[in-house]
């Protein structure tokens, strides 16, 4: 890792970089854990170098060991409202009785390698989707949040669970771009009685963002 590290440092040596990732997972030591750290830096490598599609491809690749539908997102865009809507209702589920700040709090520090890397990867990934596929950049941290409270807190899972936790507070005014508003579009009585200000929230932005 450290080899991957000081090559990305330097703006003419990518190509050499991304040679030695591909060497790192030829070899047979590279176990799961290895393979999400070099695709953090393949994905870093590749944004760098202005492959910000290759780079998408390559991370949803690799994170599909956790939700093997991610890929599938770049080619059939329609069916990542149905996917998100799961991902919010498993975090209602999990968070209604206590709440989620209670329930992070509560959460077990996250001490696997393996998560750790792929919330390395998700954060790694955020800018090259802002260019290349705009319709993920709230599917992913939807996926942190989930991989978080199935299995615990960590500093990298702080970057989406308070971006997760500051919409659920906010009047929505943005684009689906930004913010995870497929909440707009869930049915209100899905939504139960809960410190999130979801209820208030979908009345104020079903009829602006038309969902």
Known sequence: MFICSQLTSSTTRYSEALETCREILSNRICNDQLQLQVAMHQCRILFYMGKNMECVTR?????????????????????????????????????????????????????????????????????????????????????????????????????????????????????????PTPIARMRIETLPKYPWRWRKMLSNTSARLRC
């Not at 998100?84 to 209702?89: A, Q, R, V, W």
């Not at 209604?96 to 954060?123: N, Q, W, Y």
């Not at 090259?128 to 599917?139: I, Y």
Request: some cysteine; hydrophobic content about 45%; charged content about 20%.
């Open 59 to 179: 991370g949803l690749d690799t994170l599909s060991v956790f939700e093997p539908r991610l890929p599938s997102f770049l080619t059939n865009p329609r069916e990542i409202p149905e996917y998100e809507t799961e991902l919010l209702k498993w975090i209602i589920d999990a968070t209604k009785t206590l709440g989620f700040v209670e329930t992070f709090m509560r959460l077990p520090i996250l001490e696997d390698k393996l998560l750790l890397a792929a919330h390395s990867l998700l954060i790694e990934m955020t800018a090259p989707l802002a260019f290349t596929a705009p319709q993920l950049l709230h599917t992913l941290p939807l996926v942190g949040v989930l991989l978080t409270f199935k299995h615990g807190k960590s500093v990298q899972a702080g970057f989406h669970v308070c971006r997760q936790y500051r919409f659920s507070n906010i009047s929505c005014q943005c684009s689906r771009s930004m913010f």
